[in-house]
């Protein structure tokens, strides 16, 4: 991986270089310069240049008494306005970099350059030795009319690097107004969650992520990057501080490419190897071709080890083969030294808007739907997967279309060391009834690779009712889900939510209240309070959630609602009940998060003296039931758990979400009966680390 980044760097600097082969048409011209040819500009601007540092420049005296022999290595820029504007400087005396900035301070208005006639910003690096030596004036060659040079004045200046070829142009924060995801994090989406809410938005906020410009209407991203932008001189404190390590624009295209850091490390008072630690190095690039067309991509490469719960979380979930484990939300890890983990990753789609209200996303990823920290529609808890997306906006109604290929690696379905390919869909419709009350339909689908079935076109039509599809295709062709969201803005600063998922049910059943197992559904009903007791960005957050006993699961086995051996909704599966309790808090760069999980879980014994499903494992067979009545969430192992996490820090470059953090997690998990499968566990685990913050990391299971 650090080859590949490496030769990704290279090569973009050979490419921006060799990019000014083809010089602009016009460089910075000096008022000296004015009446010379166009042949001779460059060589009058150096020379120029060359002499204004000579006869303004005052060596140090610290720099004297050494008797210095050396040099100061400079990067400035001229810019549209003709200002010179020093943007790197190095060398071994702070004194010669502060004596650097006060003379290209002092140097005169230029005309800038121009390519096509139109005024354009240029970049330089330029090397001054130490210690200077009188120029000798440069001479006329008048037949050729072409300035020759003696002496460089001990200055040379290299070849432009950047952004001289064809169109390009200074980075205007193009990504803030296009089509691009803003990486989805319940943390960062907090920040505009009160502005996306506000009574009379016609915003839709359950289907996530969220494009650039749908929330430029209401809040302004851009505004708020630059209000946390620091006040540095330097390339490298801009870069780290304030801007994307490359950024580049032109007329009709534009990209940035930026490092992906997780470095943290840490301790498990529980665990034997207490000590915790992560190393994930990346890099995430974004771009824009024309107005319509974005694409972007991040690859990451991992290895670390977690607390002790987390780690055989991971060890359960193993995938068919001799790789121990799959981490949450990630994917497959390979074993790492003795007891850690390797785990790569890569995300990346295209995004197309062919017209104002229609977008289509193809790509690798994940998705969700709901206003609340959990969903019950569709979470993003589970392994990034292919997927291909379609909105719609307009009006009222904001309609989303998404097909998914997902896979089932458990040992019993692999054939012939393949994973079994399994796939999704599912529509999401929303409606703002009122400017204070919007409803939410959702229905999705899931079917297998079954006797070469294949991706089903009939599920590709985006208009449709999957059960009608279900019937015609066969009863066990697909497991078909309907659901219900609904959210009320009671006013700017209170918002309540919830939703409603069904998975079956037998109507005598439900009537005769004999708790049948037909009866799959769960529901969840949350709050919002918006800049809290008048402190300006305090959220503060309940939600309860609750499913019914073999929700999601299915009698065909891989057809429950789960990719990789994790679900697609909440990621505690099924027989739960839960209260969430969330605080965020940010001011300027400093933020502060607090979570407080209380739960009921009914698990599976997974003993030979009782190897029943008990509805909590989505991938268990519902066949394997011990009741048909008086089922009842938390049959089973009934555990309780408790946890709470407290995280806080500063963020260290707003522009990628680079931040310095500290976590602190309190986990008490109590099973009523210790199996191998399940044991009781006293967790605290406290790291703290270095993250660029671009999705979600769950660790309440």
Not at 76 to 83: I, L, P, Y
Not at 196 to 222: C, D, Q, W
Not at 275 to 283: E, H, K, P
Request: charged content about 20%; overall charge neutral; hydrophobic content about 40%.
């Amino acid at each position: 991986m650090r080859y590949l980044l490496l030769f990704f760097m290279l090569s973009l600097s050979v490419l921006l270089n060799a990019q000014t082969l083809t010089t602009y048409e016009k460089p910075p011209v000096f008022s000296e310069c004015k009446s010379k040819s166009i042949e001779t500009l460059k060589s009058c601007f150096n020379y120029t240049l060359n002499n204004f540092i000579f006869s303004n420049f005052k060596v140090p005296q610290v720099v004297a008494e050494n008797s210095y022999k050396g040099s100061v290595q400079v990067v400035f820029e001229v810019d549209t306005e003709g200002v010179f504007k020093i943007i790197y400087t190095n060398a071994i005396f702070e004194e010669l970099k502060a004596e650097t900035k006060r003379v290209f301070n002092a140097l005169p208005k230029v005309n800038p350059a121009t390519y096509n006639s139109r005024p354009i910003f240029v970049q330089y690096s330029i090397v001054i030795a130490i210690p200077l030596k009188q120029p000798v004036e440069m001479l006329t060659d008048k037949k050729l009319n072409i300035f020759t040079e003696r002496d460089s004045l001990n200055a040379t200046l290299s070849n432009e690097f950047d952004a001289v070829n064809n169109s390009l142009k200074p980075y205007e924060n193009t990504e803030y107004n296009s089509q691009l995801n803003i990486p989805f994090t319940h943390a960062y989406y907090a920040r505009f969650d009160a502005e996306m809410n506000a009574l009379g938005t016609n915003s839709h906020t359950a289907a996530k992520p969220f494009l650039y410009n749908e929330v430029k209407r209401y809040y302004n991203i851009e505004a708020e990057k630059q209000s946390l932008k620091k006040d540095v001189e330097s390339w490298v404190g801009k870069k780290l501080y304030n801007e994307h390590l490359v950024q580049v624009q032109a007329d009709d295209y534009w990209f940035t490419v930026d490092p992906i850091l997780d470095l943290q490390v840490g301790r498990d008072t529980e665990a034997e190897f207490g000590s915790t630690w992560n190393n994930t190095r990346g890099v995430f690039i974004q771009a824009g071709f024309g107005k319509r067309f974005n694409v972007t991509a991040s690859v990451y490469e991992s290895q670390g080890r977690f607390a002790d719960y987390f780690n055989q979380f991971a060890e359960s979930l193993k995938a068919f083969g001799p790789d121990p484990a799959i981490i949450p939300g990630r994917g497959i890890a390979k074993r790492f030294k003795e007891n850690s983990y390797d785990y790569p990753v890569a995300e990346a789609y295209l995004s197309y808007t062919p017209a104002d209200f229609i977008n289509i996303q193809f790509g690798h990823g994940k998705n969700f739907i709901g206003d609340g920290y959990r969903s019950l529609l569709q979470s993003d808890v589970a392994s990034p997967h292919p997927f291909l997306k379609l909105n719609v906006n307009f009006w009222k109604i904001k309609y989303t279309s998404t097909w998914m290929w997902l896979r089932d690696v458990r040992d019993e379905v692999v054939e012939d060391g393949a994973f079994l390919p399994k796939y999704m869909a599912n529509h999401y419709l929303s409606l703002n009834v009122t400017k204070r009350l919007n409803i939410g339909l959702f229905e999705s689908v899931m079917w297998a690779n079954a006797n070469g079935r294949g991706f089903d076109i009939n599920y590709l039509n985006p208009v449709i009712l999957f059960r009608a599809i279900e019937f015609q295709t066969g009863q066990d062709a697909g497991n078909a889900i309907l659901g219900l969201s609904a959210k009320y803005k009671w006013n700017n600063k209170v918002n309540l939510y919830g939703q409603f998922i069904l998975d079956e049910f037998s109507l005598s059943d439900i009537t005769g209240g004999n708790k049948s197992w037909k009866n799959k559904f769960g529901y969840q009903l949350g709050v919002k309070y918006f800049n809290a007791f008048k402190v300006d960005n305090l959220l503060l957050q309940a939600e309860y959630n609750q499913v019914r006993p073999y929700t999601y699961s299915h009698n065909s086995v891989t057809l429950n609602y789960a990719n990789f051996n994790q679900p697609m909704a909440h990621l505690w599966g099924s027989n739960f009940r839960e209260l969430v309790l969330i605080g965020r808090y940010n001011y300027m760069r400093w933020f502060g998060d607090a979570k407080i999980i209380l739960g009921e879980r009914g698990l599976d014994f997974n003993t030979p003296e009782d190897s029943f499903a008990y509805g909590g494992d989505i991938y268990s067979s519902e066949n394997n039931r011990p009741l048909d009545t008086g089922v009842t969430i938390g049959q089973g192992n009934n555990t309780t758990s408790f946890m709470t996490e407290i995280q806080a820090g500063y963020i260290l470059n707003p522009t990628t979400n680079l931040k310095l953090f500290t976590n602190i997690i309190y986990r008490d998990f109590n099973p009523e009966a210790i199996t191998s499968s399940t044991m009781a566990s006293n967790t605290f685990w406290f790291s703290i680390g270095l993250r660029t913050d671009l999705f979600n990391w769950y660790n309440d299971f």
